[in-house]
T-cell receptor, first 114, second 113 residues
Framework: GENVEQHPSTLSVQEGDSAVIKCTYS??????FPWYKQELGKRPQLIID?????GEKKDQRIAVTLNKTAKHFSLHITETQPEDSAVYFC?????????????FGTGTQLKVEL | DTGVSQDPRHKITKRGQNVTFRCDPI?????LYWYRQTLGQGPEFLTY????????KSRLLSDRFSAERPKGSFSTLEIQRTEQGDSAMYLC???????????FGPGTRLTVT
């Protein structure tokens, strides 16, 4: 089955700096890669996703890049703000006939310091 | 609130008891997923439905777990003879179409004493 590794496990940045979180996956059939933000005690929130037919996607301060050859994808957050502090999870899945079960990474605790 | 809802939000039960959780997906979503999340970990896939059909179950799901989605709308997850290892957050998510993103509910936190 799919295996997703995520690094780093914790990341501390100064407000205004950029943050980068990296993930690798094992199943070459995976073609959908979402990122979730989870604040303490809250539900995982979908913040951006990318499909295998594109190499990069951007939404305001957030961007995701995908390298299918190397089987890795990354989340980039620019101009970080204190409200970006949360746990971020990457995930991967392969679309099947009925759905796309997600395999998650182990999470990155991002702390944005003033 | 038109998002995914789950009930109850918290459940404390004694070992050996049965528990049932409910998930109401976003109304136009035909796919519904159950995940389990333990502290410090990412969600782990349990099972999913397309409309009322249960299409896949994880090997993590023992025979004590059963899920239904009888009319293709809400879903229930039942755990029989609960064990302390079942203590976790049970998350439900729904999506629309094959390429739709999954949106999570607030979860049901189960504590087995």
């Amino acid at each position: 089955g799919e295996n997703v590794e995520q690094h780093p496990s914790t990341l501390s940045v100064q407000e205004g700096d950029s943050a980068v979180i990296k993930c690798t996956y094992s199943d070459s059939a995976s073609n959908y890669f979402p990122w979730y933000k989870q604040e303490l005690g809250k539900r995982p929130q979908l913040i951006i996703d990318i499909r295998s037919n594109v190499g990069e996607k951007k939404d305001q301060r957030i961007a995701v890049t995908l390298n299918k050859t190397a089987k890795h994808f990354s989340l980039h957050i620019t101009e970080t703000q204190p409200e970006d502090s949360a746990v971020y999870f990457c995930a991967a899945s392969a679309f099947t006939g009925g759905g796309n079960k997600l395999t998650f990474g182990t999470g990155t605790q991002l702390k944005v310091e003033l | 609130d038109t998002g995914v809802s789950q009930d109850p939000r918290h459940k404390i039960t004694k070992r050996g008891q049965n528990v049932t959780f409910r998930c109401d997906p976003i109304s136009e979503h035909n796919r519904l997923y159950w995940y389990r999340q333990t502290l410090g970990q990412g969600p782990e896939f349990l099972t999913y439905f397309q409309n009322e059909a249960q299409l896949e179950k994880s090997r993590l799901l023992s025979d004590r777990f059963s899920a239904e989605r009888p009319k293709g709308s809400f879903s229930t997850l039942e755990i029989q003879r609960t064990e302390q290892g079942d203590s976790a957050m049970y998350l439900c998510a729904s999506s629309s179409g094959l390429a739709g993103g999954q949106y999570f509910g607030p979860g049901t936190r189960l504590t087995v004493t």
